[in-house]
Every structure is written in structure tokens, then in C-alpha cells.
């Protein structure tokens, strides 16, 4: 099946900062990628659907200032937690919908704020 | 969000096989069904899709019914590394989101 990396794979930050995190699909090229959180034992929830080439779609309930998605090339996407606090702490997941429609996804990045 | 429905947990002895149901009721025609599954601190992994008929991979089946309102996946034997998380979800079309739901927590026992 189709390659999803993320990175960092974790990362622990201080209150107030920024963090990045970098989805890419390795093998194929991904024109819609989308990017979930996930609390301890509970299901993904969709935060987000990333176009190539044009501004993110956000659900209902997330602040787009405060999750900026970018989605530069047809391989890669980014979410910046701005200002994160320990409420942003959660297992961030992306994913990427290939030619045959079927979605892959990455190994997900555990953002820990202190 | 497109819902489907799934029990919370099962349980299987190893190298039995497994059924683990969805029903998704407000399915449309042209809606695929996927199954993926979770394992602890991992992204989902994509287990098997279908439209219609059923389907067969390395990994498992996927049984659909006719009226597609449910679907089954069938692990044919399992192993300790299955013990994951599954999620059943179908593909709303339009805005070709994924909308996971609860999933079932299936634990193998040796």
C-alpha cells in the first residue's frame, strides 16, 4: 500500500510555542489530505481536509488561527499548533487520499505540552 | 457526519475466526465501505473496502448485504498481532471525508 511519514514522530514543547508537524506521502501524489487528533482511548476526530493548492477546510469546533494547515506541493501538508497549551496535547494524525480514492495515513505525531 | 454502528468490543480465541459487524444504515448507492484498524499509538491501517460484493484480500473478508445497510469483516484466523482497534466507515462521496466512529476493541486471547 501507498507510504503516509509524518514527523516529528513526538515532540514535547513549552506553553505559548509553536509547533510543526510535516505530513508527506512518499510514493504517490496526494491532491486532499486530512488531519485528525485523537484523545487517549477515544476515536479520530477530523480536524481538517488540506487541498493542494488552497486553503484548508476546518470542522466545526476548530479554530483555523490556531491550527494553520498548509498544503504546498501534492506530497506535502503541514499543521502548526500555534500558541499551544496543555489542552493541545493529543496524538495528531494526517492522511492522504491516493488516485483509486483509498485514504493511508500516517503514523501519527504525539504532541505533549507542558 | 456518516454514522455507522459498531459493538464496543469482542473478544476471540486465537486462530478462530473473527466477524465483526457494522451496520450502516444511511448508506448511498454509490458509497464505498472501508475497514481499517488501530493499533495503540499508531496511525490506522487499511484493512480491506468494497461497494457491493463481497471481497477477499491477504488480510481478511469483507461480506456486505444486499441491501448494504451492514457489512461484516472476517478475520479467518486470529492472532495475538489482530488485537487492535477496527473501524468500519463509508465514504459520504461529496466531500470525501472520513468520519471515524467508535470503532470495535477486539482483544485475542491466546
Known amino acids: 500500500g501507498a507510504v503516509v511519514s509524518q514527523h516529528p514522530s513526538w515532540v514535547i514543547c513549552k506553553s505559548g510555542t509553536s509547533v510543526k508537524i510535516e505530513c508527506r506521502s512518499l510514493?504517490?501524489?496526494?491532491?486532499?489530505m486530512f488531519w485528525y487528533r485523537q484523545f487517549p482511548k477515544q476515536s479520530l476526530m477530523l480536524m481538517a481536509t488540506?487541498?493542494?493548492?488552497?486553503?484548508?477546510?476546518?470542522e466545526q469546533g476548530v479554530e483555523k488561527d490556531k491550527f494553520l494547515i498548509n498544503h504546498a506541493s501534492l506530497t506535502l501538508s503541514t499543521l502548526t499548533v500555534t500558541s499551544a497549551h496543555p489542552e493541545d496535547s493529543s496524538f495528531y494524525i494526517c492522511?492522504?487520499?491516493?488516485?483509486?480514492?483509498?485514504?493511508?495515513f500516517g503514523p501519527g505525531t504525539r504532541l505533549t505540552v507542558l | 457526519d456518516a454514522k455507522t454502528t459498531q459493538p464496543n468490543s469482542m473478544e476471540s480465541n486465537e486462530e478462530e475466526p473473527v466477524h465483526l459487524p457494522c451496520n450502516h444504515s444511511?448508506?448511498?448507492?454509490?458509497?464505498?465501505i472501508h475497514w481499517y484498524r488501530q493499533l495503540p499509538s499508531q496511525g490506522p491501517e487499511y484493512v480491506i473496502h468494497g461497494l457491493t460484493s463481497n471481497v477477499n484480500n491477504r488480510m481478511a473478508s469483507l461480506a456486505i448485504a444486499e441491501d448494504r445497510k451492514s457489512s461484516t469483516l472476517i478475520l479467518h484466523r486470529a492472532t495475538l498481532r489482530d488485537a487492535a482497534v477496527y473501524y468500519c466507515?463509508?465514504?459520504?462521496?461529496?466531500?470525501?471525508?472520513?468520519?471515524f466512529g467508535t470503532g470495535t476493541s477486539l482483544t485475542v486471547i491466546p
Open positions: 492522511s492522504a487520499r491516493e488516485r483509486e480514492g483509498l485514504l493511508f
Open positions: 510514493d504517490f501524489q496526494a491532491t486532499t
Open positions: 488540506s487541498n493542494e493548492g488552497s486553503k484548508a477546510t476546518y
Open positions: 444511511t448508506i448511498s448507492g454509490t458509497d464505498y
Open positions: 466507515i463509508y465514504d459520504r462521496g461529496t466531500g470525501n471525508q472520513f468520519y
